[in-house]
């Protein structure tokens, strides 16, 4: 019977099992971060650095034409804009425009209608 403390040897016909190297770790590789971030972008912190520049205000519109509200489909009156564009749009006051929406509800065609008649 061998000594506990005796190294085994190898079966006749058996392979020793070798010891993994350090080339062969199962040890992932490092990542250069500097060089390329996760989504491919080589800097993605550059296009921040315009955007956050300073205590400037944002430019102005480009144009002075009116903007066309969120929801065309639907007449608000709570945004001071969209009731002007309403009543360009219409051809109203904003009174008028108020009155039709309280009768015929906020549906654009709806309201189109009532003015109309």
């Known amino acids: 019977m ?3 403390s005796a ?3 190898p ?3 058996a392979a020793a099992s070798p010891s993994p190297g350090p080339a062969e770790s199962h ?3 490092p990542v ?3 060089s390329e971030s996760a989504a491919g972008e080589e800097d993605p912190g550059a296009s ?3 955007t956050m520049g300073g205590d400037e205000p944002p430019p102005p519109p480009a144009t002075d034409e009116p903007v066309e509200p969120l929801d065309p489909g639907r007449v608000s009156l709570v945004d001071p804009e969209d009731v002007e564009y309403w009543c360009r749009e219409f051809g109203c006051t904003e009174a008028e425009l108020r009155e039709a929406v309280a009768r015929v509800g906020d549906h654009a065609a709806a309201v189109r209608q009532a003015l109309e008649h």
């Open 11 to 13: 079966r006749p016909g």
């Open 2 to 4: 061998p000594s506990p």
């Open 27 to 29: 040890a992932p590789r």
């Open 7 to 9: 190294p085994s040897t």
């Open 32 to 34: 250069d971060l500097g």
């Open 48 to 50: 921040m650095d315009v």
